[in-house]
């Protein structure tokens, strides 16, 4: 089993919360290359512990 990891940084705003933006085109960039989503890990935390940088997980036999 083949797996990859692509990171992804959230769009964060200091006063209110951090959104994903762009994560739609990556997965079916990496489905088009037989890879299958598997989830996220969340790779760096702001200082409040909100989440700012993820690796998108995608697997393929």
Known sequence: MQ???V???MENNPAWN???EGYKP???EWAA???SYCGFVP???G???KTL????VFQKA
């Open 7 to 9: 990171t992804m940084d």
């Open 3 to 5: 797996t990859e990891f």
């Open 47 to 49: 200082p409040t512990g």
């Open 18 to 20: 951090a959104e994903l």
């Open 33 to 35: 290359k037989g890879y």
């Open 53 to 56: 940088v993820i690796d998108l």
């Open 26 to 28: 990556v997965i079916k």
């Open 43 to 45: 790779v760096k935390f």
